[in-house]
């Protein structure tokens, strides 16, 4: 038995599979995704996954090891982040046990030492190069020359390339453990590649704008363009898959597919505890063990997958983790609910960019996601959560440029990609009808929301405080705090915490440079 993960940098819930499905994006059903949507109907397609934290080293910190976020020192934060070689993660637990392992692109960065909890640079295999990092810029370079169709191909045979690398280093009879890590999704991507390259039309996005996002023409344009690169993830899927299949290992291997957190760049997504921050695309394969066309509703977080792929390979789990092997729900012969304790997942926020705010500090969040609810405690309610304004909260401060705003992230709000569409925002955040979705995006929030999202979705309304909610308030409240106080969350049994003194805040350390 094999383990592949296939797992993309900021690739939010947005896969066909999903379409059509209750509390589906109307994104999913512009979206082509057919790989993943193979996998999940030769598999499971799980509908209620949720990443750790929506920032990418702490999120893979928590995968990695199985742990909640802050169980993993200094891989709780993002840039200044270092790895504890103390902590087990599953990829070496593997190879202890005589799996091959290997990764191409990114698992575990940024950070110090890049990729450390997979091996570091001993099991990296990209002879081919990395060009596929930026895949629509490198298309749209070689589509005069060679037309869109070969351009895309070159850059899939690159995928190929370092997949047969690995594959042809491993031990005979060995087993093996690979994770493909495309970044593609991460910022930047070529305006208007969505189109030019995948045939999606950004006017077919008017109208299918959640309630927080202008419904405006360089807006949709940056999703249709953030969709193209999803299905260029697909598309390299297709590619690994194939060569399972060829190889005569594709039924003896688990398939995972999955991603990081949600699309960066656009408000209340990439670092914030929002669903659309949050919440990823998540189908396994693995037959005779997952039956096919299952669809799994119960609550999932990412954490639970090193458990599984340990229990998978026959080895037990780390005492330590917190994860729970997830086995039990894919074997399951139903559909739908299948593990009644599965009812909610937890996720939380420290420290991303580190100048993002005055003193280097974090914005720390943690939130509990329900069926119905959404509840999230902002413990720290007078800093910025997207980072400091750099005086743009002031109407009548000239914005830097378009074009740094469109391509440079930390002019202002550090901790919100750049991207047209903050751009946009801000150049236009005097509008009246702007200026509400401007604040939501980047002002102030309160210490506590609470979302219904029955009748809320998007979460617009905050409901925290209301009589009508007080009783559901008081219930998550416990109920989160009583699970942050369990796993030893340091926000909440520390005084004072961890995350406010270095190396965790102020300018980073030298080794963490």
């Known amino acids: 038995m094999n383990i592949l993960f296939a797992f993309a940098d900021d690739w939010g819930r947005y896969a066909s599979a999903y379409a059509g499905r209750p509390g589906a994006s109307p994104w999913n059903q512009l979206i082509k995704t057919p790989n993943f949507d193979r996998v999940a109907a030769e598999g499971a397609l799980l509908t209620n996954a949720f990443i750790q934290a929506p920032t990418c080293t702490p999120c893979r910190s928590s995968i990695l090891s199985g742990r909640f976020f802050w169980q993993t020192g200094l891989g709780a934060i993002l840039r200044g982040a270092v790895w504890d070689d103390s902590i087990p993660t599953y990829p070496l637990e593997l190879e202890k046990a005589g799996w091959h392992i290997g990764h191409t692109y990114k698992v575990w960065s940024p950070g110090k030492t890049a990729n450390a909890p997979y091996g570091g640079s001993r099991t990296a295999y990209n002879p081919a190069g ?94 249709a363009d953030y969709l193209g690169e999803c299905q260029a993830v697909d598309a390299g899927l297709g590619v690994i898959l194939d060569r399972l299949e060829a ?19 656009i408000p209340r997504a990439k670092c914030n505890l929002y669903d659309i921050g949050c919440e990823v695309a998540l189908a396994v394969r693995w037959p005779g063990r997952v039956q096919p066309g299952r669809v799994v509703d119960d609550f ?99 914005p830097p440029s378009f074009s740094d705003l469109q391509w440079v992230t930390r002019p202002a709000y550090a901790d919100f990609d750049a991207s047209p569409t903050k751009a946009w925002m801000i150049h236009h ?35 925290a405080g209301s009589p009508q909610y007080a009783d559901t308030q008081q219930e998550l409240h416990q109920k989160l705090m009583a699970a942050l106080t369990e796993a030893s969350d340091p926000r909440v049994v520390e005084r004072p915490c961890r995350f406010e003194e270095p190396p965790y805040a102020g300018p980073l350390a030298p080794f963490q440079i």
């Open 300 to 398: 999932v977080s990412l954490m639970d997958l090193a458990p599984t792929f340990l229990e998978a390979a026959g080895l037990s789990a780390h005492p330590d983790m917190a994860g729970r092997s997830l086995l039990p729900v894919l074997e399951s012969p139903d559909s739908g609910q299948i593990d009644e304790q599965r009812d909610h997942v937890i996720t939380g926020r420290e420290r991303h960019v580190d100048t993002a705010r005055a003193g280097e500090l974090p914005y720390p969040q943690r939130a509990i996601r329900t069926q119905d609810y959404l509840y999230i405690l902002n413990f720290e309610p007078d800093r910025w959560p997207m980072g400091d304004p750099q005086g743009l909260d002031d109407l009548s401060q000239i």
């Open 429 to 463: 955040r005097s509008e009246r009808s702007v200026r509400p979705l401007f604040e939501l995006a980047f002002g102030k929030r309160p210490y506590a929301e609470l979302y219904d999202l029955r009748v809320d979705p998007h979460y617009m309304q905050n409901e």
């Open 130 to 223: 990395q060009r596929y990092a930026n895949f629509s810029h490198e298309a749209t370079k070689r589509v005069p020359e060679v037309g869109v169709a070969q351009a895309k191909a070159e850059l899939l045979e690159e995928t190929r390339q370092n997949f047969d690398a690995f594959l042809a280093a491993r031990p005979e009879g060995a087993p093996f453990c690979y994770w493909w890590g495309p970044t593609n999704t991460h910022r930047t991507w070529e305006p208007g590649s969505g189109h030019a390259l995948w045939g999606l039309n950004p006017d077919d996005l008017e109208g299918r704008m959640p309630e927080f996002l202008p419904d405006v023409p360089v807006v949709r344009e940056d999703v």
């Open 247 to 265: 190889e005569g290992e594709l039924d003896d291997t688990l398939i995972v597919v999955s991603g990081d957190h949600g699309i960066p760049g």
